[in-house]
């Protein structure tokens, strides 16, 4: 089974710096794209960032040209998050989809939270 263990959220100042890291264990042959969802209070968890095995990647338009999403090799993901605004505030989750024989299934880690404030 594949496990996903995150860190990397805090408190930071609006205009500041955080990255975020995601780390995958088990068997992970099967991962074919990782990514980075988050969830404010009151509001539905919206996907921020995406990379796939072969390095395609998305961005929400809300965090283009501010966030980075990366792969440090086929186990580890990070997002680099830059010029953070308090609308940024949300628990982030790391997400790995599992690809088999066609199918498909979601693994998701614990959420850390990230905090954008003055």
């Known amino acids: 089974q594949v496990q996903l263990v995150e860190s990397g959220g805090g408190l930071v100042q609006p205009g500041g710096s955080l990255r975020l890291s995601c780390a995958a264990s088990?068997?992970?042959?099967?991962?074919?794209?990782m990514g980075w969802y988050r969830q404010a209070p009151g509001k539905e968890r919206e996907l921020v960032a995406g990379i796939t095995s072969g390095g395609s990647t998305y961005y929400a338009d809300s965090v283009k040209g501010r966030f980075t999403i990366s792969r440090d090799n086929a186990k580890n993901t990070n997002l680099q998050m830059n010029s953070l605004k308090l609308e940024d505030t949300a628990v982030y989750y790391c997400?790995?989809?599992?690809?088999?024989?066609?199918?498909?299934?979601?693994?998701w880690g614990q959420g850390t939270q990230v905090t954008v404030s003055s």
């Open positions: 088990g068997i992970i042959s099967s991962i074919s794209a």
């Open positions: 997400n790995a989809r599992l690809t088999i024989a066609g199918d498909s299934r979601d693994i």
